[in-house]
Nanobody, 120 residues
Framework: VQLQASGGGLVQPGGSLRLSCAAS????????MGWYRQVPGEERDLVAR???????KYADSVKGRFTISRDNAKNTAYLQMNSLKPEDTAVYYC???????????????WGQGTQVTVSS
């Protein structure tokens, strides 16, 4: 099972970016999918998560600016980031709770990080 993250880059303050996270390989099902971010010397923090039922959770710092969504048919989650601020600069990691078959437990999987830099 692999999670492939994409969509990071350099953007000016106030700009937008859209991150994608696609799960591939052989597995049974995915429950929650989410995005976390990390800056050097700090812990990895939750940005947003979305359940298989569509229920969303956001960090207070991104509420109203970021939107998480998912396409279950494509096993892909998206993070639309608007009104970006310099403090959003970080490496963003996607995460998904996946079980390999219907009788297995869900385990967390991580994608490679994608750098988001907000700077003028």
């Amino acid at each position: 099972v692999q999670l492939q993250a994409s969509g990071g880059g350099l953007v000016q303050p106030g700009g937008s970016l859209r991150l994608s996270c696609a799960a591939s390989g052989r597995f049974g099902s995915i429950s929650d999918m989410g995005w976390y971010r990390q800056v050097p010397g700090e812990e990895r923090d939750l940005v947003a998560r979305i359940g298989s039922d569509g229920i969303r959770k956001y960090a207070d710092s991104v509420k109203g600016r970021f939107t998480i969504s998912r396409d279950n048919a494509k096993n892909t989650a998206y993070l639309q980031m608007n009104s970006l601020k310099p403090e959003d600069t970080a490496v963003y990691y996607c995460n998904a709770d996946i079980r390999l078959h219907r009788f297995a437990v869900f385990n967390p999987y991580w994608g490679q990080g994608t750098q988001v830099t907000v700077s003028s």
